[in-house]
């Protein structure tokens, strides 16, 4: 016999959370759309970090588009690509000033990420790797990547997570929660892409004045809207 659980009170609607994935994906797309002028030099390097910047920005405009259309229907599968969408942005921000040459080549032509210790370096020794290099606040990252990590990886695998979901109503497949919990994710997701952003930045030989051009414009908007209530890495 299946587990079920007693019915909560009326759901509040999606209203706010869409709104709120419409506004952090105009902020995103501002801040994708200076990638093409930042001047990238071809190299290794650069090869290993932007395809993994670009594939971060694009799968959170996926998120997005799943949580503006659909998001009674598709909230689980948002939340199981902000997984990838954080750990393509670590791994961009450990290649792109942590990792050395040998093991840059090693990730380009085998696809495995270096060892550290007896095995494969994990996802908090990226983060740390990656604060170190780039100036980031190493604490909040750690604390932010470890507090997501663990619950969206259970997503992924199909663990304890998806039970919870699955069985929290009477009827099969209803996944209806209080909407306005994702909101934190929503932010969150933003937040990745900014660093993203600032993981491309690094790579780039634009001196200082034409940098602050090209990104002030998408940093005043984000700026904005996570005054309007949103967290901060």
Do not use: C
């Amino acid at each position: 016999m299946r587990h079920t659980r007693p019915k909560r009170g009326a759901m509040a609607d999606s209203k706010n959370l869409r709104q709120r994935s419409s506004d952090a994906l105009k902020v995103l797309h501002q801040t994708r759309n200076t990638l093409s002028d930042m001047g990238h030099i071809g190299s290794e390097r650069t090869a290993a970090v932007l395809p993994l910047v670009l594939a971060s920005m694009d799968t959170a405009e996926a998120i997005y588009a799943l949580l503006i259309n659909q998001p009674e229907k598709s909230w689980v599968a948002a939340l199981i690509m902000q997984r990838a969408q954080m750990e393509y942005v670590l791994r961009a921000a450990f290649f792109a000033k942590a990792a050395s040459d040998k093991e840059i080549a090693r990730f380009r032509r085998k696809g495995k990420m270096p060892n550290r210790g007896k095995g494969q370096i994990y996802v908090a020794d990226l983060a740390k790797e990656a604060a170190s290099h780039l100036g980031w606040d190493e604490e909040k990252l750690l604390r932010t990547v470890k507090s997501h990590y663990k619950d969206l990886s259970g997503l992924v695998h199909g663990g304890k997570e998806v039970m919870a979901i699955y069985t929290q109503h009477d009827a099969w497949g209803d996944i209806t929660i209080e909407w306005d919990e994702l909101i934190h994710a929503v932010d969150n997701i933003l937040v990745f892409a900014q660093l993203a952003l600032g993981v491309a930045m690094s790579l780039s030989p634009l001196d200082p004045e034409a940098m602050d051009r090209l990104v002030r414009p998408p940093y005043e908007a984000a700026h904005a809207y996570f005054g309007n209530g949103g967290p901060e890495v």
